[in-house]
Every structure is written in C-alpha cells, then in structure tokens.
C-alpha cells in the first residue's frame, strides 16, 4: 500500500505560482508511474502531468510550458511547479501512484488550487 499525502494548494491571483508536493510512504523509485490529476468545478478528472520511476515525464498538452513535474527520490517526493495561473486551472488536485504494471493504483486526498483576483 503507498499513502500520499498533498499539500501546497491554495488561493493564488491569476499570473501567480504555486508548488504542490506529494509525499509517498514508500520508495517512489519501486512506483512505476507518479501523476498529478485534478477536478475541476463540473468537470472529469483529467491528467495534468506524470512522472516516471527513471524520470520520464508527460504532460497534457495544454499545460505544457507551464506546469513543471519532478520528484526528489531521497524524500519520497514528487512535486508540480505552476506558474501563470489562470482561473481555469482552479480545482481539486491529485497526486496519483502506479505500479508500472497496473498491479497498484493509489490516491492522495487531494489539494484545493484556488486561481482568483
């Protein structure tokens, strides 16, 4: 079993940052895929970014250029670095755990992200 626990949300103004971290129980580097998704107000859960245990990274293609994923191995670690908020990237936000053949499929509790003026 892997828990992951989210913080960093919050509200920020539109043109501003933020930086999410997931912190995993276990050694992220035995997890074969760790992923960001969020929920927007009445929307579906969508990917926002993923990174993999040898560091390949994918994201949707609209944030690219503006969402940054990495992790830091040593701390169990993975974090989203956003910038140039927009009102539309408002929602819940999840950091998500797989094992590289599906054998697990973890959730964090999620983290409010807040973009606003």
């Known amino acids: 079993q892997v828990q992951l626990v989210e913080s960093g949300g919050g509200l920020v103004q539109p043109g501003g940052s933020l930086r999410l971290s997931c912190a995993a129980s276990r050694n992220i580097l035995s997890i074969g895929t760790m992923g960001w998704y969020r929920q927007g107000p009445g929307k579906q859960r969508e990917l926002v970014a993923a990174?993999?245990?040898?560091?390949?990274?994918n994201y949707a293609d609209s944030l690219k250029g503006r969402f940054t994923i990495s992790k830091d191995n040593a701390k169990n670690t993975v974090y989203l670095q956003m910038n140039s908020l927009k009102p539309e990237d408002t929602g819940v936000y999840y950091c998500?755990?797989?094992?590289?053949?599906?054998?697990?499929?973890?959730w964090g509790q999620g983290t409010q992200v807040t973009v606003s003026s």
């Open positions: 998500n755990a797989r094992g590289a053949l599906w054998e697990f499929n973890y």
């Open positions: 990174i993999t245990a040898g560091g390949i990274t």
